[in-house]
């Protein structure tokens, strides 16, 4: 009976700690494992965010670009090759214009996030995801939709 005590003993030794959010046991032994779980998840999430605003730029681009077309189509082609009335085409002021704004929008939205960052006094995405949550309302996780599409969608 001795022996089997101290059986016992070793055993709950090696039972895993609790998570502290979910009472269940954390995985022991696969800590890289998680870690590169982690890793491909923020890589998955960056390449879908990159996928997203190129295909909102190239969007809006081809957009701005159909409308002004559509619009005033003699200007649209004096714009395409620089004349002497017009000493820069179109085409390159507008790629120069492109270029400029999105290394302001880049640059800005990094200099928000870095104060952001800097002014919550975090070190990592887990510690953000947790000052966040602490500091906005959670986000109710209702089956049903409380927006009826119809309404919004409804000419007034």
Excluded at 20 to 40: F, I, M, V, W
Excluded at 60 to 72: D, H, I, P, Q, R
């Amino acid at each position: 009976m001795g022996a089997a005590a101290g059986g016992d003993a070793q055993e709950g030794a090696a039972v895993a700690p609790l998570d502290p959010g979910r009472g269940l046991p954390l995985p022991r032994g696969t800590g890289s494992a998680a870690a590169s779980q982690e890793k491909l998840f923020l890589i998955k999430g960056g390449i879908f965010l990159g996928t997203v605003a190129t295909a909102g730029m190239i969007a809006g681009f081809g957009t701005t670009l159909a409308m002004t077309k559509k619009k005033n189509p003699d200007w649209f082609s004096k714009g395409i090759t620089a004349t002497a009335a017009l000493p820069e085409s179109g085409s390159s002021l507008a790629l120069r214009a492109l270029g400029w704004g999105s290394l302001y929008a880049w640059c800005g939205v990094g200099l928000l996030s870095f104060a952001i960052w800097k002014a919550l006094g975090v070190h990592s995405m887990r510690e953000f995801q947790t000052k966040m949550q602490s500091m906005f309302p959670a986000i109710p996780k209702n089956s049903g939709s409380s927006v009826e599409w119809e309404d919004l969608l409804k000419s007034k």
